[in-house]
Every structure is written in structure tokens, then in C-alpha cells.
């Protein structure tokens, strides 16, 4: 049976011609709106939340399919859980946990290497404004704000800056390092 490919996904003949249909049907009807659609029954509102990487995630799909949709947000979850797994600073087992304890990580999967070089050419275009190694300096504000209620003393934060600078990581083909022990990184 013939499969094509959609959004970089492998979906029957059947599938495709109803989700073509379905976006005819809607323009036909001169752009019968989402709330409209799901007033009229056609289709049905799946929602879900998960925390994930420290944060909440929800993820809402009108599909006329619950099932297409519960799939939809199952793989997008999982997703999720396995970049989860290369790039949380809240996950110790994680690469970049690793990259922050070591310094350095050898083997660097795509993914940590193309953030961290993405992130790296936004610190470039941003003067520096944008800079993933603000690490150190966030964990400073946040042990001082939660021993005793202050912001860290001017001495303390310029101590801290000299662990902040883009331009001290270093991406090669399958390595990170950062040069400047101490640096910390957050994605």
C-alpha cells in the first residue's frame, strides 16, 4: 500500500485525501472558523499537560480523530522526553549536565551541538545580549535571594562575569568545551 509523507510523517493514501477534504470543506464553506468546527461536532478539542525540561507543557489539537490526535500529542510528548534527555540542565544524566560538570563532552549528540551553536550565533548577533553561560550568574542571584532575601554583592557578580562569555565555548564537529572553568551553560 503506497504511503506519503506529511509534515515528515508516513500517512496513508486515505488519510491525506481526508485531511485535503477536510481543508477543501473548510474553505468552501468560506473559512468556516475553528469555533464553528467545534461547535458543529465535526471535531474535538485534545488537550494535554506534562511538565517537562522544568516547565508545563500543554499541547491542544482539534482533530476529528481523537485517536489521530492522542498520537499526535503522545509523539510530540516523547519528543519532548528524549530532547529532554540531551539538552535539561534540570535532568543530571543529561548531556548538557554533563557538558556543565566536566567542562567538556566529547561525543555531543546533533542536537546539544546544533543548540549550542545556534545559540552561539544569537550571542553574535545580539552583541551578546543572548548568552547561554549567564548560568553561574542566575544560580548566584538565586542562592543570594534564597539565603537572605538580597541581590549578591557588586564584587560577587563581577567575579561571576569573568564565568560568562559566549565567545568561551568552543563547538567542533563532535566536541564542546568550555574553556573557562566554571562556566555553566543553560538552554
Known amino acids: 500500500k503506497p504511503r506519503l509523507r506529511f509534515m515528515g510523517r508516513q500517512m496513508s493514501r486515505r488519510d491525506f485525501v481526508r485531511i485535503n477534504a477536510l481543508g477543501a470543506g473548510v474553505l468552501a ?68 549536565s554533563l557538558l556543565n560538570r566536566s567542562g567538556m563532552i566529547e561525543a555531543a549528540s546533533p542536537e546539544l551541538l546544533g543548540v ?39 564584587k560577587s557578580i563581577d567575579a561571576c562575569k569573568e564565568l560568562v562569555n559566549y565567545r568561551n565555548i568552543e563547538v567542533t ?3 564542546i568545551q568550555l574553556r573557562t572553568p566554571g562556566m555553566l551553560l543553560t538552554l
Open 29 to 96: 464553506l468560506g473559512g468556516f472558523g475553528i469555533k464553528e468546527l467545534l461547535n458543529s461536532s465535526l471535531a474535538k478539542e485534545v488537550s494535554e499537560t506534562r511538565k517537562l525540561l522544568g516547565t508545563f507543557f500543554t499541547i491542544k489539537l482539534i482533530e476529528t480523530e481523537e485517536y489521530l490526535a492522542k498520537t499526535a500529542i503522545g509523539d510530540t510528548f516523547a519528543e519532548i522526553e528524549r530532547l529532554s534527555l540531551l539538552l535539561s540542565r534540570f535532568d543530571q544524566s543529561s548531556e548538557l
Open 116 to 154: 549550542v551553536q545556534k545559540a552561539k550565533n544569537f550571542s553574535d548577533l545580539t552583541g551578546g545580549a543572548f548568552d547561554i553561560s549567564i548560568l553561574p550568574l542566575l544560580n548566584l542571584y538565586a542562592d543570594c535571594f534564597a539565603e537572605g532575601g538580597s541581590p549578591p554583592s557588586e
Open 173 to 175: 564537529d563532535h566536541r
